[in-house]
Antibody
Framework: EVQLVESGGGLVQPGGSLRLSCAAS????????MHWVRQAPGKGLVWVSR????????NYADSVKGRFTISRDNAKNTLYLQMNSLRAEDTAVYYC????????????????WGQGTMVTVSS | QSALTQPASVSGSPGQSITISCTGT?????????VSWYQQHPGKAPKLMIY???NRPSGVSNRFSGSKSGNTASLTISGLQAEDEADYYC??????????FGGGTKLTVL
């Protein structure tokens, strides 16, 4: 079964750090771009970051640039999001999502999602 | 990057058709055929319903269809069913090599 399982969320004080993990299974992880998408309580989806299949290229939303770092370990089939200088507005459920492909061609959509991990930034 | 504009809510009766719009700019929706749509039920992860404006992934009902004209994309759901009641989000790739979502539309099946 194709699956993504996030972990690492929790309560952190403003200015603190947290590292999220996303364990992938059921597919060839190293062949896919991966993304982080977040959703504040009662709000909409917001794209956060993308990493390409070998980890050599990354992109970030302006709201997290310079504070968050996306990375991956293809040997461990795991995606990460290092979050530093956290703010109250970073409070959200964080989803990892697989970048969709059709016959190996990237189609710029998200086809597999994890269940999400909650990050709460509060003193 | 500003969020794409979607109506906050739409509603329809079972069997009817509804359309949800998604308006962006020439830097996102209008500039690429990389618009996708997601369905999200309460407390659940989003599900891909449409990719590249009008393509359905395997397993998605053909009652769901997508289109685009200029800077506005649309999702149409025909033959509304109770199970379609959910939040719907559009997304587009952008000229900044990022992605942007719409604010979401709550669909109520009356």
């Amino acid at each position: 079964e194709v699956q993504l399982v996030e972990s690492g969320g929790g309560l952190v004080q403003p200015g603190g750090s947290l590292r999220l993990s996303c364990a992938a299974s059921g597919f060839t992880f190293s062949s896919y771009w991966m993304h982080w998408v977040r959703q504040a309580p009662g709000k909409g989806l917001v794209w956060v970051s993308r990493i390409n299949s070998d980890g050599s290229s990354t992109n970030y939303a302006d709201s997290v640039k310079g504070r968050f770092t996306i990375s991956r370990d293809n040997a461990k089939n795991t995606l990460y999001l290092q979050m530093n200088s956290l703010r109250a507005e970073d409070t959200a459920v964080y989803y990892c999502a697989r970048g969709a492909t059709i016959f190996g061609v990237v189609i710029f959509a998200f086809d597999i999602w994890g269940q999400g991990t909650m990050v709460t930034v509060s003193s | 990057q500003s969020a794409l504009t979607q109506p906050a809510s739409v509603s329809g009766s079972p069997g009817q058709s509804i359309t949800i719009s998604c308006t962006g700019t020439s830097s996102d929706v209008g500039g690429y055929n990389y618009v996708s749509w997601y369905q999200q039920h309460p407390g659940k992860a989003p599900k891909l319903m449409i990719y590249e404006v009008s393509n359905r992934p395997s397993g998605v009902s053909n009652r769901f269809s997508g289109s685009k004209s200029g800077n506005t994309a649309s999702l149409t759901i025909s033959g509304l069913q109770a199970e379609d009641e959910a939040d719907y989000y559009c997304s587009s790739y952008t000229s900044s090599s990022t992605w942007v979502f719409g604010g979401g539309t709550k669909l109520t099946v009356l």
